[in-house]
């Protein structure tokens, strides 16, 4: 598991990230989202010891992360950026060297990889040549080829179409394997929502929210929405139910203790049909305005 | 996880960048091309004053008669065949007409008691001594065969050998062109590698892939690499450049002045190594100062500067300070090698100058990495060193 632990960063009198903890669980993706300057590149750049911190310390299955571990790790800056003169193929076994491959497994893995984004006829090119689209999945190649124990990518999606996004999604989704853990960066809301398992809102340099998405996106309390075939004006008068909204035979409510839900719903079902019951999803920009008000 | 086995032939991380500056380098067409402008360069060099010197064959030496081409072919003998020639002349005037032409190095006229060796403004001091020992020679026997002696008799108990114990110097001339181009050779390819380094650093900073390297090796390691990897390409350049000169000075028959460069090339290796390695890291501290290619007109101007001033020190300074210069770091390397070849140096000088090097180096390598490591991943603005030498580590 790879943790942060109170990380803090100043530069100068700006603190850019303040006491930042949270944890990126094997096998499961990790949605990192926050506006503008919340600190997310600041806290990936830590992670990967290409800036220090402050305060606070970067761990690796409860221990500090040591350069050994982290030449491991697959990571995808922010500001894209590989040689542009050298041929790909080369440029994909250098970087699966750097990180410690030997040269058979480097170029083993680089070919499979190049096949896979269907860059094989273009092993031989010069990077510069290829359209930035397909510069980014020699990108994220990069990342990928010496089979990282831990991949963070800040952005990775940012400027791709969404069938460019589907298909680097069905990559990482084949080449990362359940012990590694993803933290990835993005802009793109219902991107993260559709693939993330767990997130973590930053805002201003704090963690504002972190958790599974799930939990996240049913709400501090859980709020309940129902449908009947008559008025649901009955509901204000039950005791422990806050509502917020009855708009004739629709309602919306919060339940303040577990099990609440279930004698409403008895009350409802005595009163006429029920047509609709169960928490209200809401939307994961909303969550992220929320926390991030 | 599975794989821990591919991983357990790790190589050294800066083994392999200095792998990949040296791959990238030598398919390099700007590369290959200033190696073959260096190379024809040092061929010419070599090659044509040979041939412009050689196409005037032996010196000619004006004689009025066969005793006169007696002492110039015995002459000729003494300095070791294909020196001198003789030519036979009607009188004394056109022996003069010749000499003050050109068309002679010199005249050989009967003298009081003897010879007259002529010249026009002066007269070479090696025809000179040569011309006298062919006459001392000739005119001994000649004397002894009247007295009824013969040459060997005569010549019993005169001998007198030469053991140096401070084997001499080059001819002045040669020695100066050797000292330029020793001292040339390693400007050159000192301030040619320097700008490719500090491009190279500049480049993975532009092109951004700085950020994954450094997160994948230590930023140290990525300096070693580079300065590693050009120290070798310039090394094997000065190899190839160094094999072609002596192919040239082979064929035009120039092979004696080997004699007296090789004991010097050691030394020249030395210093050369020590001197390209401090300055290496320098340019790559050059390099990372830069954002962009442009800036490193100014961010290179310091090393270009502690190149240059050493550079034409110790080319055309005087002797006493080239001996000075001759130990002080970096001007060492352009100094120190040339004035072992033109002057007796004693082995302790050089063996100072390289103590001082090397402590230079190693503190320039430091002080270099350490810029190097607080500057790499700074992206924003072009810095200057006072301000890159004010930033803390992290």
């Not at chain 1, 929502?193 to 767990?198: K, Y």
């Not at chain 2, 590693?228 to 000075?249: D, E, K, P, R, Y």
């Not at chain 2, 390695?277 to 320098?282: F, I, N, P, T």
Request: proline share 4%; aromatic share 6%.
């Amino acid at each position: 598991m790879l943790s942060v632990a109170g990380l803090t960063r100043r530069f100068g009198d700006h603190l850019a990230l303040d006491d930042v903890s949270f944890d990126v669980v094997p096998g499961r993706m990790t949605g990192f989202v926050g506006a503008n300057g919340a600190g997310k590149t600041t806290t990936m750049r830590i992670i990967l010891g290409v800036l220090g911190a402050t305060a606070g310390e970067v761990r690796w299955n409860g221990s500090p992360l040591t350069h050994q571990v982290r030449r491991d790790f697959g990571y995808m800056p922010e500001e894209r950026g590989l040689y542009p003169k050298m041929k790909i193929r080369d440029q994909l076994v250098f970087f699966g060297r750097l990180h410690g491959l030997d040269p058979a497994r480097a170029g083993e893995r680089t070919d499979k990889i190049l096949g896979r984004l269907g860059l094989t006829e273009r092993a031989g090119d010069i990077l510069e040549t290829l359209s930035l689209g397909n510069q980014q999945r020699v990108q994220i190649a990069a990342a990928l080829v010496h089979e990282p124990i831990a991949l963070v990518m800040d952005e990775p999606f940012s400027g791709l179409d969404p069938l460019a996004v589907d298909s680097m999604v069905d990559l990482l989704r084949e080449e990362v394997t359940p012990e590694v853990p993803v933290l990835f960066s993005s802009h793109q809301l219902e991107l993260v929502e559709r693939l993330c398992d767990d997130l973590v809102v930053l805002s201003r340099g704090k963690v504002v929210a972190a958790g599974p998405v799930a939990e996240l996106a049913a709400g501090p309390t859980a709020t309940y929405r129902m449908v009947m075939d008559g008025d649901a004006g009955w509901l204000r008068d039950i005791e422990g139910i806050k509502v917020r909204d009855v708009d004739g035979a629709t309602a919306l409510f919060d339940v303040a203790e577990a099990g609440l839900d279930q004698l409403v719903l008895q009350q409802a079902i005595s009163r006429g049909s029920v047509l609709e019951f169960g928490p209200e999803r809401v939307a994961l920009s909303d969550v992220f305005r929320e926390a991030t008000r | 996880m599975s794989n821990e086995q591919s991983r357990t032939t790790l190589q050294r991380p800066w083994q392999l960048v200095a792998q990949r500056e040296v791959s990238t380098k030598i398919r390099d067409k700007t590369f290959i091309g200033s190696t073959a402008f260096m190379l024809i360069l040092v061929l010419a060099a070599v090659i044509i004053p040979a041939l412009i010197s050689g196409s005037g064959g032996p010196d000619k030496i004006a004689v009025l008669n066969d005793a006169g081409v007696q002492v110039v072919q015995q002459a000729d003998a003494i300095s070791g065949g294909d020196s001198y020639e003789a030519t036979r002349v009607a009188d004394a005037a056109e022996a003069e007409r010749l000499v003050s032409d050109g068309d002679a190095k010199a005249a050989l006229l009967p003298g009081d008691s003897g010879y007259v060796v002529l010249g026009d403004d002066r007269v070479d001091s090696g025809i000179q001594s040569n011309l006298r020992e062919a006459v001392v020679n000739l005119g001994m026997e000649q004397n002894a065969a009247r007295a009824g002696l013969t040459p060997d008799q005569l010549r019993a108990n005169t001998q007198l050998q030469e053991r140096l114990l401070n084997p001499g110097p080059l001819p002045e001339v040669v020695a100066d062109f050797v000292n330029i181009g020793l001292a040339l050779v390693f400007y050159m390819t000192a301030l040619g590698f320097g700008m490719m380094i500090a491009q190279s650093v500049v480049q993975e900073k532009e092109s951004r892939v700085v950020e994954i390297l450094a997160a994948a090796v230590p930023i140290r390691a990525l300096l070693w690499g580079k300065v590693i990897g050009n120290t070798v390409l310039a090394l094997s350049q000065i190899v190839v450049i160094a094999a072609a000169s002596l192919i040239g000075l082979i064929l035009t028959d120039q092979a004696d002045i080997l004699k007296v460069i090789a004991p010097v090339a050691g030394w020249f290796v030395v210093f050369f190594v020590l001197g390209f390695v401090a300055l290496a890291g320098l340019w790559a501290v050059a390099g990372s100062l830069a954002t962009r290619q442009e800036d490193l007109g100014s961010t290179t101007l310091p090393g270009q500067m502690i190149l240059m001033i050493p550079f034409f020190f110790s080319v055309f300074a005087g002797a006493s300070a080239k001996s000075v210069a001759s130990f002080i770091p970096i001007a060492s390397s352009m100094a120190m090698p040339g004035r072992m070849l033109t002057e007796d140096v004693p082995l302790w000088q050089p063996l100072v100058a390289i103590l001082i090097l090397l402590a230079a180096t190693v503190l320039i390598v430091r002080l270099g990495a350490r810029l190097y490591e607080r500057t790499l991943l700074q992206t924003g603005r072009r810095l200057g060193y006072r301000e890159a030498l004010a930033i803390k580590a992290g």
